[in-house]
């Protein structure tokens, strides 16, 4: 698409000219294979097994968060098949706005761009604050706020220091925290710490059971919890352009990482409720894997190694979903949705300003919400729950639409649940959605993240959607199929 070809408009969009050699400046390096793909996704999510899931022990119960678990995962199994196939239709780093801009154009593109925004910002805001947990109980003495920061300079160098020592790196951290939990598990039971009725032992509200203490009301408002065990595997496609070969590896790596997590959740759950102080203990630490660590090994110098190896879970996820805001905010930059400047990368072919402003964007949420004296963690992980389910009903919505609109798009793979499946992703998708406003004391965090919508979406209906980029891959593909649409 040259100069003179550029569209004036498209939907709520108008287009504008860039200089020669605007997308030069703006190339991404092919550095993964299938298994490099599958240690990014589920070093994105591993954290969830470490910290966050226990907050959904208050919320509903063993029983409760159980069955909101198994809830999610069908949500997630749905979601994976579509985007699978969407990846390897349009294998582009924009993930979820690529879907949607070739679906509904670009209003509704920035929209889900916006909302995976808020999941992949303030996931790793989540993630940081769970590291701190665990860190602060071994190494007293340092301020939270001194972790966080810590913890952002060091990955987010990382990350600008090359794709291929991110993807390195992810893959040992991923399988280190993997090492970490079957350490646990195994060592739950082999010492005869495990006991089911100790996970019964939250006490039930009046004409409620053991097994639901909050009755059916609690697997309603365990659900964001829940996804917790599974939120950020959608990040995957937006390492379309880095994969050495999408369409064979994408599907492989995102139905692969679906059933490890789900394994891993399963056995996180059962177990770790089980210990001695049963979930009543677990729902009020920030640390639960500590607790099972020190039930099934004691007091001994061994817990302080385990405790730091189990670690490595949070930081896999924090060191992959700092990946995924990167490529985001470049992708929406470089299609001219945000300030073009962040897309330009760095001489190692990596988005160094979209990396940065992430983390000073994710180091303030930590210091805002924490200087309230509110549970931060259970409130980032609120929003950033929000924010992600959000844009799971847009792209599944977006599934449906490109299944009818345009049957003939190349779809090298194929969901094989196809529109059913996107049928139930949604309606669970929705049902989760309305689960991020149960319980009353987090609901403040929705609102304001309800608000940084609007006032993002402003920012797009009265700048830069006046100033978007033709050439950008995501705006080319969907240009040239709605120009083809006109033509028949």
């Known amino acids: 698409m040259n100069d003179e070809s550029v569209p004036k408009r498209a939907g709520s969009g108008s287009y504008v000219a860039v200089e020669d050699g605007y997308l030069d400046s703006r190339r991404l390096k092919k550095s993964a294979g299938w298994g490099m793909l599958w240690a990014l996704g589920v070093g994105a999510v591993i954290?969830?097994?470490?910290?966050?899931?226990?907050y959904g022990l208050t919320a509903g119960g063993f029983g409760g968060l159980l069955i909101a678990t198994l809830i999610a995962a069908v949500m997630y199994f749905c979601l994976v098949l579509c985007i699978a196939e969407l990846s390897t239709a349009l294998p582009h780093a924009g993930g979820f706005y690529s879907f949607t801009r070739s679906a509904f154009g670009p209003g509704v593109a920035y929209l889900n761009g916006v909302t995976d925004i808020i999941e992949y910002v303030v996931t790793p805001a989540v993630v940081v604050v769970g590291i701190a947990g665990y860190l602060k109980a071994l190494v007293p003495g340092i301020p939270d706020w001194g972790w966080w920061?810590?913890?952002?300079?060091?990955?987010?160098?990382?990350?600008?220091?090359?794709?291929?020592?991110?993807?390195?790196?992810?893959l040992i951290i991923t399988l280190l925290a993997v090492s970490a939990l079957l350490v646990f598990f195994v060592g739950v039971l082999a010492t005869g710490s495990f006991h089911y009725a100790?996970?019964?032992?939250?006490p039930p509200d009046p004409g409620q059971s053991a097994f639901l203490p909050k009755g059916l009301y609690g697997i309603f408002a365990a659900l964001p919890f829940a996804i917790w065990f599974f939120l950020a595997i959608e990040q995957l496609p937006l390492a379309a352009e880095e994969s050495h070969d999408v369409v064979?590896?994408?599907?492989?790596?995102?139905?692969?990482?679906?059933?490890?997590?789900?394994?891993?959740?399963?056995?996180t759950l059962v177990i770790n409720s089980a210990i001695p102080g049963g979930a009543r203990a677990v729902a009020a630490t920030d640390a639960p894997l500590n607790?099972?660590?020190?039930?099934a090994f004691g007091g001994k110098a061994t817990t302080t190694v385990l405790s730091l190896i189990s670690v490595t879970g949070l930081i896999a996820s924090f060191h992959a979903i700092?990946?995924?805001?990167?490529?985001?905010?470049?992708?929406?930059?470089?299609?001219?949705?945000?300030?073009?400047?962040?897309?330009v990368v760095s001489r190692y072919q990596t988005p160094h300003r979209a990396l940065i402003v992430g983390a000073v964007v994710g180091f303030g949420m930590c210091v805002l919400i924490s200087s309230f004296k509110a549970n931060v963690g259970a409130a980032l992980l609120n929003m950033a729950v929000f924010g992600s389910v959000i844009s799971y009903v847009i792209v599944l919505i977006a599934y449906l639409k490109l299944a009818k609109s345009r049957p003939e798009l190349p779809r090298p793979y194929k969901s094989p649940?196809?529109?059913?499946?996107?049928g139930v992703g949604l309606i669970l998708a929705v049902i989760c959605l309305l689960a991020t406003f149960a319980a009353p004391d987090l609901r403040p965090g929705v609102v304001g993240t309800a608000i940084f919508i609007g006032v993002m979406f402003a920012y797009y209906w009265l700048y830069s959607r006046h100033r978007l980029v033709a050439h950008a891959p995501e705006e080319e593909i969907?240009?040239?199929?709605?120009?083809?649409?006109?033509l028949s």
């Open 47 to 54: 954290s969830g097994d470490f910290f966050g899931w226990q």
């Open 149 to 170: 920061l810590g913890f952002y300079v060091l990955f987010v160098g990382i990350n600008i220091r090359g794709t291929a020592l991110t993807f390195r790196i992810s």
């Open 322 to 343: 700092i990946y995924a805001y990167g490529r985001l905010l470049f992708a929406l930059s470089r299609a001219g949705y945000l300030p073009r400047g962040l897309s």
């Open 291 to 295: 607790l099972g660590f020190t039930a």
């Open 248 to 267: 064979r590896d994408m599907p492989r790596a995102l139905i692969l990482g679906i059933f490890t997590l789900l394994g891993l959740a399963l056995l």
């Open 417 to 422: 649940l196809g529109t059913f499946g996107a």
């Open 478 to 486: 969907a240009l040239i199929a709605e120009a083809e649409k006109e």
């Open 198 to 202: 100790d996970a019964l032992n939250i």
